[in-house]
Structure formats: structure tokens, C-alpha cells
């Protein structure tokens, strides 16, 4: 929780200019599994504007990533510099967001389409964050876009090549961690 997204609507509609909102913010709960926004810390750089009963954000936010490579789990990191440019709107009816866009854009530029509401007497920008934030994160990172995998020689990971043997019945060696859910095979009849 940061009251540094929060900014009374008086303000905003009482002035001509676009409020400057740059800020580093401290977010609890920043992570999609185990990819995680390091410290939640998330630097913020917006204009919000209100316009009629609306008030618009655009602007950009920068944080930064860490996890674990899909393949060999090693340490994986990179940094998010993401467009953003929504609406927060006394006239969405539900509250929190509605999912009234299409389905979330993927890359670098986040326009979503979807409106946040506004109610009570604060523009709260904290759902803006989150939402551009979590949306751009990888789900399944890869240390080096042709990482081999922790042991590549005796458990490949590139290629369908085990899949391949595997469907021709022949041996295929496996990782000995999954060797505790060998009990769990039906006996031979
Ligand atoms: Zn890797």
C-alpha cells in the first residue's frame, strides 16, 4: 500500500495542467508465481489528467524482474519499461475493473482498453500499476533463449527428440528425482 498513487480529485479537476506523478512505489504481492518484482518496487512516471468526470493516466512505469529459468532454474532477471495510457471513470458501474476490451495486448505496450473505476473522493492509480506490472511479467522465463537445461547430456531439453523415442517405446532416461513416482505405476499384469 502506497499512498503515493493516491490523489484527491479536487485537486486534479480544479487544475487546467496535467498533474506530474514520478514516484518510486513499494507494492506488496508483486509476483505471478515465482517471478517476482524486486522489493515490489515499480517507478512510476505519469500524467493524470482529469477530463469531464473521467480522469486520464498516461505515462510510462519501469520495474525491474527476477526468477528462475524454466529449463536449468537458474537466477533469470530483466527490466520492464511499459507504455501505459488508461482511463479511471466514475461511469464504469462495477466495482474495481471492468473487462470491457479485448483481451490484454503482449509486449511492450500495454493498452488494455479495460476502465478502472473512480468512487469516493480519490483517483487511486495503485490498480494501474499493478495491473500493467503483472500483465508484462514472463510467465516462464529462459535464462538464454537456447538454454540446454541443467544436464543437457543426459536430459535434453531442446528439440522433441525424447518424445520422438518415447513414442517408439524405446528407453528414454529419466531424471531421477521423478524416480519416487515409480511406485505410483500399475503393476505388470
Ligand atoms: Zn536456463
Partial sequence: MDDGLRIPLAVLRRRADPRLVRRTVELDDMHVGEVVVVDGRVDVDFEVEARGLDVVVSGEVRARWLGACRRCLGDVGGDLDLRVQEVLSVDCGVPGRSDAGPEGSTGGVVESGDVYSLDGAEADLEP??????????????????????????????????????????????????????????????
Avoid: Y
Avoid at 499493478?130 to 543426459?154: H, I, N, Q
Fill in 128 to 189: 494501474v500499476v499493478r495491473d500493467v506490472v503483472l500483465l508484462a511479467l514472463p510467465l516462464s522465463p529462459l535464462c538464454v533463449e537456447d538454454c540446454v537445461g541443467p544436464d543437457p547430456d543426459r536430459f535434453p531439453t531442446v528439440g522433441a527428440t525424447g518424445l520422438d523415442e518415447e513414442a517408439r517405446g524405446e528407453e528414454v532416461p529419466v531424471d531421477s528425482r521423478w524416480a519416487a513416482l515409480d511406485v505410483l505405476r500399475a503393476p505388470e499384469e
